[in-house]
């Protein structure tokens, strides 16, 4: 999560040392007075500042908090806005190229970097049956296998959609059509951006996923599945090589 300062001029010698507050586990251990930036659907951020003497913050604080989250939400909307229009590009050409895939190894060849890039994830795996294809900063294969496990436990599901899954960086769809199950679409982040436990005053669970992610995820799992189901109903290709 990037860390601001504002304004650095004004801040008394004395509290020199907040500067070096580089996390939010940092700023939950310090003594500093912190207030979450609520978004719509999770907490955008956090503000902090050193306790006053009065019982309520100041009345330039407040001010202060209210612009910082007026603010924030309109770098998050303009982000969303951003975020999606390079997913749906990259989910509309992989839609245009399913009839001419040859093997499961083809799409991730052809399309894990891409999705990589726009999802902003340092790797992506596509489960299928009992393989795995991999790219990027992902788990092995036995680390896969267990968390395939996981992942097909409906306890574990905290998404109204039963084929979203999440665990901390990670983002699990699961490949299905007409009730049958495929496999997964399985995208991981090693940089959360929010500790899930840092505000205990704030009892909301935190996605490291936009919404727009979810969804237009969520569409590529569907446009996968296709995929899968067009190679095992074609003769002579196999799914895997």
């Excluded at 040392?17 to 978004?39: A, D, P």
Aim: proline content about 3%.
């Amino acid at each position: 999560m990037p860390v601001g300062y504002f304004p650095i001029e004004s801040i008394n010698k004395s509290d020199h040392w907040i500067l070096s507050i580089g996390s939010t586990q940092e700023l939950n251990s310090s003594s500093l007075t912190y207030h979450g930036l609520k978004g719509k659907q999770q907490i955008l951020g956090y503000i902090g500042y050193p306790s006053a003497t009065d019982a309520k913050p100041a009345r330039e604080i407040e001010a202060l908090i209210e612009i910082a989250i007026h603010q924030w939400r309109l770098l998050d909307a303009r982000r969303m806005a951003e975020q999606q229009a390079r997913l749906n590009v990259s989910r509309i050409r992989f839609s245009n190229d399913i009839q001419g895939f040859t093997h499961i190894e083809q799409i991730m060849e052809r399309y894990a970097q891409s999705w990589c890039d726009a999802f902003k994830a340092c790797g992506i795996s596509l489960v299928y049956q009992d393989h795995s294809f991999r790219f990027g900063n992902c788990p092995t294969e036995h680390e896969l296998s267990m968390l395939s496990a996981l992942l097909n436990d409906e306890s574990g599901q905290t998404h109204s959609d039963k084929r979203v899954r999440y665990d901390q960086g990670t983002l699990a769809i699961q490949l299905s059509e007409a009730g049958k199950h495929y496999g997964w679409l399985v995208l991981f982040r090693d940089n959360p951006l929010m500790a899930q436990t840092v505000d205990a005053k704030v009892h909301q669970w935190l996605s490291h996923w936009l919404t727009c992610e979810t969804d237009i995820a969520l569409t590529l799992a569907d446009d996968i599945a296709t995929a899968i189901i067009t190679l095992e109903d074609t003769p002579n290709k196999p799914v895997v090589l």
